[in-house]
């Protein structure tokens, strides 16, 4: 009479594992970590073992994977594909308990061989077990002819075309003269190298693609693709592990030696493979590959043990799935399931926001994992995750933990959806997105605590204020020891400042340095100021102690105070310096040395550039919506506005201010105001005679829409106008923005004043290496004569001028037909217009 709970219990079973399996194999899209499944399977096997009456021939416990499902024409297997029976570490027993307590599962296997073999320390071939899909490779007469997935073990799916697609998979047997056998089938592992599938994912996530949930996914999901084209484009490796069929060729008595052969028909086998003597043996390799998993190139799951001799394989048999000489010995998983607490957002020293998942810990592969990351906005989106969901962590390896996938069953009711927050966590400045863009930034970047080294370094550059004596090291030690925490703190340094700085700077470089000669041996390296030292002398160094007394007599003294000196005047020397300089120190993202001379250019003074709302910046040349924008939020955020009065408050004054361009007046009027406006049917020849008849914003707006059509307007562009208008924060952006034109507009000369140069509205890429001057040298004497010197070449590039070893850029003008020039023309002009 069956146990009803028992009966129960195991249909529950078969129900989750064929669920699980039918997600696994058929849709590459795995529903559980493989741990769980695991744990579902080995409680189905102990239930049947207990109550023989339940077990049936159509148990998951009896059967392979699943299967086919139809994509693919079917095969069947000459030779059935089995699977393994698997050992895990003994639950519950601690980590220092002797081996054979630990893998008392591996300890009976070894000894039911030994048993029923009547031999001691037998001799087994060892092999990493390889984390991907396995396959079935047909030869006939030498030839690749078909190749197949396990499927249930008896059939799989004819994937062929696709594996001919693989380059590790040879088409033709290496066999030299001799007669290639009739028949030979080779079994074994198609994989995704862990460096490929990083490469992958990281192009994907930048292409805003779906990402692979890990490398065994990737390999399965690549397979089976219906086009053998997309499998192409795929990263896939093979290693062979063992054979099926085989007619008219002679095997050798051991599998070690057959996987030999295989290397010698030139099939790749995975280098780790060894031969291990008995017990000890297996978990001597066991610990050595586990100690391996992390710097192998491929994801592994375990390690393989199998009789070595062929004749003692025979004679051990099979049990229904799994043979009696072989077992899966395996690792703590990679993958394990844990609840996601909360998903919080972490800023970068670009400012760059990373939101970052709060976990109920867990361990993965001998870790506790409390945090993982989630990437960017988008794969959270792609992924649904949300707060309070089961998740899937992965650790593989050094990489950062992630979370591959949400276990949708188990998400609870009234779970929301995750939005990104508006402000940053670290110093509330908004937080933005740019168009097309993944990652989203914080806007704060003078007065966030997150960005300050990196702030602080970039201001003090030498494209930036370029203050001699600061180098990067120094820039962030200043910010790191609490000395400076916005650029403008730079100016109210004292020597004994910069002397207790640099004090803290080499104790800490040193026991850095102490710390590196210590687990150095044999390696070379850099000493406090980046000079090579051999180990051999570096071991005189290892004493943290000496090493401070070391720097320390260098510079506690003289040298400490000299070099503080001199930079507290190149500091002061800072403060006399250039507009389009002290705007490209700010470090506003998107404004690079060429934009900000031409802000400088076109709106003269700081106190313009600031107050400029985006959509007047987008109507300078050089300054897209996009860098408008970044331009003016940064200005908008109280934080760094905060800083650049600290900053002029310290001294900064700028050479070249000077009123705005009178040229202003071409770009800029109502037109330009309302066809920056997002309202649909109103374009650039409608706001022209909108404005024509107008002239001011206020006439405008105290007409109707009515008036609006009489006016030239259609009448849907002039009802989205007027429901434009009837949001109240839209209607005071543009009456602000209107101001600040008229303001601008105000200031600026009637006429152009600037006197003519010959190169005058014309726009120069210099590339390639000069004899005589430096290329930004060059770019300053030709802006002196009106030119713009630009990065990039395109379409509008008016001169290239090319030096030596000039690459892409002058291949590319000659392919638009851009005059250029060598050295000798661009001296020539020089000397001319001298
Ligand atoms: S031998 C009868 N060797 O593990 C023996 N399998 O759980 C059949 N696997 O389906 C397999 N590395 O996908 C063997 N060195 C290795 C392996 C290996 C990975 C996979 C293979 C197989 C599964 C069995």
């Known amino acids: 009479m069956p146990d009803p709970a028992a009966a129960a219990r195991a249909a529950k079973l078969r129900a989750r594992i064929e669920d699980a399996n039918h997600r696994y194999y058929v849709l590459d899209d795995p529903s559980i970590p ?23 021939d159509d148990s998951p416990t009896r059967t392979v994977g699943t299967r086919p499902d139809g994509g693919f024409p079917e095969v069947r297997h000459a030779i059935p594909m089995l699977s393994l029976a698997n050992a895990f570490e003994t639950a519950g027993v601690p980590e220092d308990a002797d081996d054979r307590t630990r893998y008392a ?44 997935t396990r499927g249930d073990g008896a059939s799989g799916e004819n994937v062929t075309a696709n594996l001919r697609q693989v380059r590790a998979v040879p088409l033709k047997l290496r066999i030299g003269k001799s007669p290639p056998p009739a028949v030979l089938e080779v079994r074994g592992e198609i994989y995704m190298p862990r460096k490929a599938f990083a490469d992958w994912n990281a192009n994907a996530l930048e292409r805003n693609e779906k990402l692979l949930a890990n490398p065994r996914n990737g390999a399965a999901g690549s397979l089976r693709q219906l086009d053998p084209a997309v499998t192409r484009r795929r990263p896939l490796a093979f290693f062979a592990y063992g054979v099926g069929e085989v007619v008219g060729l002679e095997l050798p008595d051991t599998h070690s030696q057959t996987l030999q052969l295989l290397r010698g028909f030139g099939f790749p086998v995975a280098s780790e493979v060894d031969t291990a003597v008995g017990l000890d043996g297996l978990l001597a390799y066991f610990r050595r590959i586990g100690e391996l998993r992390d710097t192998l190139p491929y994801d592994i799951d375990g390690v393989v043990y199998k009789l070595d001799d062929y004749d003692q394989q025979r004679e051990m048999g099979f049990v229904s799935r799994a043979p009696r000489w072989a077992l899966a010995h395996k690792f703590p998983a990679q993958e394990q399931a844990t609840v996601l607490r909360a998903i919080e957002v972490q800023v970068g020293r670009t400012g760059a926001i990373t939101p970052v998942a709060r976990l109920e810990p867990v361990q ?45 069953e188990r998400r609870t009711v009234g779970a929301a959806p995750w939005t990104m927050p508006s402000q940053c966590p670290v110093c509330g400045s908004q937080l933005v997105r740019e168009e097309g863009a993944a990652a989203w930034r914080c806007s704060g970047g003078l007065a966030c605590a997150a960005q300050r080294k990196e702030a602080a370094r970039h201001f003090a550059s030498r494209r930036a204020m370029d203050i001699e004596g600061l180098g990067d090291r120094q820039a962030e030690a ?8 916005s650029p403008a703190d730079l100016y109210a340094l004292t020597v004994e400042d910069l002397v207790r700085m640099k004090a803290a700077l080499d104790a800490a470089t040193a026991a850095d340095l102490a710390e590196a000669v210590a687990d150095s041996r044999g390696a070379l390296l850099l000493d406090p100021r980046g000079q090579a030292l051999l180990a051999d002398d570096a071991y005189e160094w290892k004493n943290a102690a000496f090493l401070r007394r070391h720097l320390a007599v260098d510079l506690s003294g003289k040298l400490a105070t000299r070099w503080a000196e001199n930079l507290v005047a190149a500091i002061a020397a800072s403060k006399a310096t250039t507009l389009p300089r002290f705007l490209f120190a700010l470090g506003i993202p998107h404004l690079g040395e060429t934009t900000a001379k031409s802000l400088a250019q076109w709106l003269g003074s700081l106190d313009f550039i600031r107050s400029t709302p985006a959509v007047l910046l987008q109507a300078l040349p050089d300054i897209g919506a996009e860098v408008g ?13 905060a800083v650049v009065d600290a900053l002029l408050a310290a001294g900064i004054v700028f050479a070249d201010e000077s009123p705005p361009s009178a040229a202003l007046r071409e770009r800029l009027g109502l037109a330009h ?18 404005a024509d008849i107008y002239v001011t914003l206020d006439a405008l707006l105290r007409a109707n829409a009515s008036g609006w059509t009489g006016a030239g307007l259609s009448s849907a562009g002039a009802e989205n106008l007027a429901a434009y208008l009837a949001d109240v924060e839209a209607l005071a952006d543009l009456r602000a923005a209107d101001v600040a034109m008229r303001r601008l507009l105000d200031a600026a000369p009637a006429q152009a004043a600037r006197a003519q140069g010959p190169l ?48 892409s850029k002058l291949a590319k003008a000659q392919e638009l037909g851009i005059e250029t020039w060598d050295e000798a023309q661009l001296l020539a002009f020089l000397a001319k217009h001298a």
């Open 760 to 807: 005058d509205g014309k726009s120069v890429v210099l590339t390639g290496t000069l004899d005589s001057m430096t290329r930004d040298e060059a770019g300053e004497r030709l802006e002196a004569l009106g030119a713009r010197v630009a990065g990039s070449v395109s379409k509008k590039t008016h001169l290239v001028v090319a030096g030596e070893n000039a690459g």
């Open 364 to 408: 993965v592969a001998g870790v506790t994992v409390t945090n993982a990351t989630l990437h960017n906005a988008d794969q959270i989106a792609r992924l649904d995750v949300r707060e309070g969901d089961t998740v899937i962590v992965r650790r593989a390896g050094d990489v950062i933990p992630e979370i591959v996938r949400v276990i949708e």
């Open 105 to 148: 599962e591996v300890a009976d296997f070894e000894r039911r061989i030994e048993q029923r073999l009547g031999v001691s320390a037998p001799v087994f071939s060892v092999e990493p077990k390889l984390d991907g899909l396995a396959i079935s490779l047909r030869y006939e007469d030498g030839v690749f002819v078909q190749g197949a």
């Open 478 to 485: 200043l910010v790191e020891f609490g000395f400076v925490h």
């Open 673 to 690: 105001l309302l066809e920056a406006l997002p309202v649909d049917k109103l374009g650039g020849k409608s706001a022209e005679r909108l």
């Open 629 to 641: 924008r970044s331009i003016a939020t940064f200005f908008e955020q109280p934080g760094n506005a």
């Open 34 to 56: 493989d741990a769980e499944y695991d744990a579902l399977m080995r409680e189905l096997e102990a239930l049947e073992a207990e109550h023989p009456e339940l077990a049936s």
